[in-house]
């Protein structure tokens, strides 16, 4: 049984405050420094100095930016998770030039990213540059019942570093622990097979320097493998975690697990927490409309993204914060963001929280756009169609009525928008409710219940003519 609920001290903006201070810090043993280095003559960008947060178990320096390399670019522009385009090499040896030589030098991959391509492109970009001068983290992703055998396992586990042109792995992550069939799943996945012990003699033998797990889903099994710690000893633990799902994560989605929950258990046990989607998959960079003024109105000068960073950051339990940067503004968003960064107050804090409350108004579906839906046996782009109905609804365009005094403007605007979003063959109309998707979901989404619910709405609006 979960402990959720239990030994979570509920977080005052009081309390929050006093975390971001040398104490908080200290109790977590963790730090926050610079890099003490100079931005390289003809290079632009932030001229402030990264922001730096101490490993306690390995003494690990590492930016508080961390670079995703789950949404590369590809050679059409767009992310390399899309479509059927090849990875820009030449792109990603640009954007981690310019990450590293701006103080990043944490670098996330997968053998699952970018339609199993992600490690090949990262191992040759980072494969450039003094091996001391990055940390590389990847994932034994064994999903499928396929790779689920010992030999299986360990033989991507191999590949892992034979794709990343290293001999050695700086931080190694069981990946998705809690997805799918929750307990079950993670007992054949690492535990009968032997693969969790295997792994724990690889960190002995110095081939894996940091040994964690990400999580999504079923919360028993993050407290259980919390609750052998001791036996372990876990270096860092990936959560999921931003101002909307630290304390509405379970409200969104009944089978999630609120962040705030997640990420005291980790401080409690002084486990470093890796923040995954501190942007929830771009929702919290294409927010509605008033949430946008909003933002705008308290801090001009930044970007709505950042407000998001800002807050994950802040947490001083936190030892890196993942983005997934296609283009280079994003990239240099981000930087100005952690160069150095500017921790909340406490008035920050409340603020985005009254917002996180404010877009609980607002009834998207919480798809994350990490496509492990994806590919459907049928053809649908599942994220594209629940992305394209999310930013109507944050645009004010899902008409109810014809009574409402937009409806004609609203109406074209779905129409004409989803035609141009999502080609036909892979609309939501094509969707047969096998299910082969939902079970893959971290979010828990009831893929086919969506995509018929939208279904019907478009079929509405076709007939509708006001």
């Known amino acids: 049984m979960s402990n959720q609920g239990k030994n979570n001290k509920e977080w005052s903006r009081r309390d929050f405050l006093k975390t971001i201070g040398a104490v908080g810090m200290a109790a977590t043993g963790l730090s926050a420094c610079t890099n003490g280095k100079k931005t390289p003559a003809g290079v632009s960008g932030p001229t402030g100095e990264m922001t730096y947060r101490t490993n306690p178990s390995t003494g690990d320096r590492v930016s508080l930016l961390g670079f995703g390399m789950m949404r590369l670019p590809s050679v059409g522009g767009r992310s390399a998770r899309e479509g059927n385009e090849e990875i820009d090499q030449e792109m990603v040896n640009e954007l981690v030039d310019y ?106 033998a110095g081939r894996i320097r940091n040994l964690g797990f990400s999580y999504h889903g079923d919360v028993r099994v993050f407290d259980y493998l919390l609750s052998r710690h001791d036996e372990y000893k876990w270096d860092f633990v990936q959560i999921q975690l931003n101002y909307l799902d630290w304390k509405y994560a379970k409200q969104i989605n009944p089978r999630n697990t609120d962040a705030e929950y997640l990420y005291n258990e980790l401080v409690r046990r002084g486990i470093p927490a890796v923040v995954m989607e501190p942007l929830l998959g771009g929702r919290l960079s294409n927010v509605p409309s008033t949430i946008f003024a909003r933002l705008k109105q308290r801090e001009p000068e930044m970007s709505v993204a950042s407000w998001a960073f800002r807050f994950a950051g802040s947490l001083p339990g936190v030892h890196t914060v993942l983005s997934g940067m296609t283009r280079m503004e994003h990239l240099q968003d981000n930087l100005r963001t952690y160069s150095p960064l500017k921790p909340l107050t406490e008035d920050d804090f409340a ?70 979003s999502v080609p036909k063959l892979r609309q939501a109309s094509r969707c047969i409710g096998c299910n082969q998707c939902s079970p893959h979901c971290p979010q828990r989404i009831d893929i086919p219940g969506e995509l018929h619910r939208i279904d019907a709405y478009v079929e509405r609006l076709k007939q509708e003519i006001g």
């Open 351 to 420: 603020f985005l929280q009254e917002t996180a409350t404010l877009m609980m108004s607002f009834d998207t579906i919480p798809c994350n756009d990490c496509k492990y839906c994806m590919p459907c046996p049928y053809g649908l782009d599942i994220p594209a169609i629940l992305l394209h109905y999310n930013k109507c609804l944050n645009e004010g365009n899902i008409p109810e009525s014809m009574q409402d005094a937009n409806y004609r403007s609203a109406r074209r605007a779905f129409l004409v928008g989803y035609d141009r």
């Open 99 to 204: 990450a590293i030589a701006h103080g990043v030098n944490y670098f996330d991959t997968s053998p699952a990213y970018c339609r199993g391509k992600s490690e090949h492109a990262t191992g040759i970009a980072l494969s450039r540059h003094p091996r001391d001068s990055y940390f590389i983290a990847t994932k034994l992703s064994n999903f499928a019942p396929s790779t689920w055998s010992r030999e299986a396992s360990i033989a991507m586990y191999r590949n892992l570093m034979k794709e990343l042109q290293v001999d050695y792995l700086d931080y190694l992550l069981l990946h998705g622990i809690g997805m799918g069939g929750g307990m079950e799943e993670f007992e054949n996945r690492y535990m009968k097979n032997g693969i969790l012990d295997f792994l724990l003699e690889e960190r002995k």
